[in-house]
């Protein structure tokens, strides 16, 4: 079976990609790490590792989520998310308006729209920071959101580079 659709029926069964975009992971042309799945446990849980090649894809994510197993008994009601703020140091190829971005995944409905776009900053040193204290973004009950640094050509390796986005979950 392909790649592409053992992660689309995988993502079908149990609705959650962590750290990335169903959209991107289960699209054509997408780079990997490896060209396979790596089965693990954690916790009683299978999973999968499938790492992405970030200096192929151009973008880094972060999931925003109430609980990050999968599986049965994970409540998908009953739970909200809220993003405080987010820092990042990125040395993306070329800043640009909407490269980053933050997405709302709908587990019920299989969506992810986004829901915040701002200009990316090219920096290897220089923390940018959105905050949002005075007034989080809220996910809808049951959804999560992530949060992604993409670029149109290039992300560096570089070993400043980092995401860390701070949230409540209620």
Known sequence: MELRSVIKSFTRKLGKVLDGLRSQIVSAGSKFIT????????????????????SAMFFTPARVTY????????????????????????DVGTAAADKVRIYEWDPVLF?????????????????????????????????????VITDAASIADASTNYLQVVYVRE
């Open 35 to 54: 060209g396979a799945l790596t089965a693990n446990v954690k916790n009683g849980e299978l999973g999968y590792d499938l790492l992405i090649d970030t």
């Open 67 to 90: 609980d990050r197993a999968v599986g049965p008994g994970i409540p998908l009601a009953g739970h909200r998310v809220k993003i405080v703020n987010f820092s990042y140091v990125m």
């Open 111 to 147: 969506t992810e729209t986004q829901i915040f776009s701002a200009a990316s900053i090219d920096s290897t040193s220089t923390v940018t920071t959105h905050d949002f204290s005075a007034a989080p973004i809220t996910a809808k009950e049951g959804n999560d959101l992530i949060v």
